[in-house]
């Protein structure tokens, strides 16, 4: 990637091998090498835009699926992406949900540098919960909830994060894919006998029929639940088992860049999310950076699956925290 000075980057400085050292010892074209450091400018991530992109979906309503707001929240997402230069796919799916109600589901696919093989993918689902099964209200049970950290915090981070992609090449492809469909899980009060996989029905859809024939990325990453204030990260088992190597890298990254107080270096739960799928499916090695709390009862903050979800409880920290971290990996390959 190129180094240019300009006002709006941070440069970090990464030490090299000594073998690299020796090989660069002078300044040539734009590459700048101080002595045995060479610049790397990584975008700053700016919280406002992606806090002001969470209160964009809220505001359509719960995007829940056959729904008014789902649709308008959709073409408000592919016109986004769109808008920072992605070749977007809005990859239409009918799925059927745990009650046999088939669902017009839509993936939301942003690809940057299309015709490039080696590829990195970054992920959310977009939909919101149609049921509030954790509310203390037993009588708002079937009403849909805002999502405003459980669905819209992990797309306003990856808009953010396109925004700036879209500005400032990367030497590898990128697709960001909002997935649909993820929230639909049987709901703990249904009476229905149990049934496997009914949730992430838009990444199950994708993983058995990507939007591109022979579609692989060297990685995937999951952002799930990641505005809340004062949430806490930690290493997700299933990401550990698929991609071990990622989870340290993003945790050291992290930790690194101050926000240890966020990602915490230890293991959490094992989480059935977009991940799964998408690894199943298509092999692709996966992390989820989900927002895990040792000491909550849900596992997720006492908010979740509730009305609690609301702008409320997002801060733009904890958003600054997730994209700066992701920027700074993504940008450092
Ligand atoms: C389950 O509760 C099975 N998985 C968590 C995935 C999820 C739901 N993420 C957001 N909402
Ligand atoms: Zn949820």
Known sequence: MGVKVSVNRIFV???????????????TNNKAVLEN????DIPIFNADSAYRYISEQVAFGPRV??????????KYLSNKLKSFGADVIVQEAKVIAFNDE???????????????????LLFAHWDS??????????????????????????????LEIARQIGAS?????????????????????????YKSDTWCLGSQYWGKHP?????????????????VKGATFYKEQFSMQMASHLVDKIWQT???TGYGNYFVNDMGGAITDDHIYVNKYMGIPCVDIIQYEANSLTSFGAYWHTHNDTMDIIDKNTLKAVGQTLLEVLYRE
């Open 13 to 27: 400085y990464l030490v090299l091998s000594s073998f690299i050292i020796s090989c660069n010892t002078k300044t």
């Open 211 to 227: 939007h591109k024939q022979d579609y692989y990325a060297r990685y995937g990453i999951l952002l799930d639940m990641v505005g």
């Open 169 to 193: 090449e990367l030497p590898f492809g990128v697709d960001v894919i909002f997935f649909d469909a993820e929230d639909y899980g049987m709901p703990e009060f249904s009476d229905l006998p």
């Open 65 to 74: 699926p056959n729904t008014e707001a789902h649709i308008k929240a959709s």
């Open 102 to 120: 088939v669902l017009n589901a839509k993936n939301i696919i942003g690809q940057f540098r299309p015709e490039r093989n080696d590829r990195i």
């Open 37 to 40: 450091k060479i610049k790397v």
């Open 254 to 256: 992290a930790i690194k």
């Open 129 to 158: 919960r149609p049921f509030a099964d954790n509310d203390k209200d037993k009588n708002r049970w079937n009403e849909p909830i805002d999502g405003a950290s459980d669905g819209a915090s992990g797309v306003g981070v990856l």
